[in-house]
């Protein structure tokens, strides 16, 4: 069974670099054809993917916030991260990450971990 843990910390100030790493067990993330997601949750609202990396080491983003992320990944540790540059408090949030299947949505996901923008 796969599993996936976010790390990271959980208070983050105004205009500094959020920096999340994501574990994952059971499972490689250079497998073909997997896709691996950062995800996030603000307070009140829907989810909102943030990018992925793919098997290979490709990274994607969503064209609202790609001017500010970043996403890597440590083979010889089976993980991957999330950086997130400039924050602001509408950058609070539970910040999740995912694996994608080929042609499908997420099918695991780690537990979540809340991260607060404030000073």
């Known amino acids: 069974q796969v599993q996936l843990q976010e790390s990271g910390p959980g208070l983050v100030k105004p205009s500094q670099t959020l920096s999340l790493t994501c574990t994952v067990s059971?499972?490689?993330?250079?497998?073909?054809?997997?896709?691996w997601s950062w995800i996030r949750q603000p307070p009140g609202k829907g989810l909102e993917w943030i990018g992925y990396?793919?098997?290979?080491?490709?990274?994607y983003y969503s064209p609202s916030l790609k001017s500010r992320t970043s996403i890597s990944r440590d083979t010889s540790n089976n993980q991957f991260s999330l950086q997130l540059s400039s924050v602001t408090p509408e950058d609070t949030a539970v910040y999740y990450c995912?694996?994608?299947?080929?042609?499908?949505?997420?099918?695991?996901w780690g537990q979540g971990t809340q991260v607060t923008v404030s000073s």
């Open positions: 995912a694996r994608d299947p080929p042609g499908m949505g997420h099918d695991y």
């Open positions: 059971g499972g490689s993330i250079t497998t073909n054809y997997y896709y």
């Open positions: 990396i793919t098997y290979s080491g490709n990274p």
